[in-house]
């Protein structure tokens, strides 16, 4: 069972969501930085599936406290919503990701074929 908090931004009091971080356009750049293909796969899953505590309101990830108290229904169908909102763009950036690499490297294998048919290698 996930912890339960207080926001300091919006006065939600419930159970905390575990947010995705998600997977940004940036991460594509990592594979270009000469460390090989192995560290930059762990890493570009390392950094795409983190999670952080964050309030299912209103997205506040700093000021959260501690909540002993009774979890409310509505609260509750907040953070169902958030969850599966979170899921939903998670889903969605690992897609995104998966294009933009996918885009990437037919455009180098094509680049390369092309170089190699002129004779530029």
């Known amino acids: ?63 959260l406290a501690g909540y002993d108290g009774d979890l409310s229904s509505q609260a509750q169908d907040i953070w169902q919503a958030a969850k599966a909102r979170d899921a939903q763009l998670f889903k969605r950036s690992q897609y995104v990701t998966l294009a933009t690499l996918g885009a990437l490297l037919a455009a180098i294998t094509t680049l390369i074929g092309v170089g190699v048919a002129q004779g530029w290698f």
């Open 1 to 63: 069972m996930p912890g339960r908090i207080t926001c300091g931004a919006c006065d939600y009091r419930g159970t905390v969501l575990d947010a995705h971080g998600g997977y940004k356009w940036w991460f594509v750049l990592l594979g270009f930085t000469g460390i090989g293909l192995i560290p930059v796969v762990f890493l570009l899953v390392y950094l795409g599936n983190r999670v952080h505590p964050s309030c299912p309101s209103c997205g506040e990830r700093r000021r």
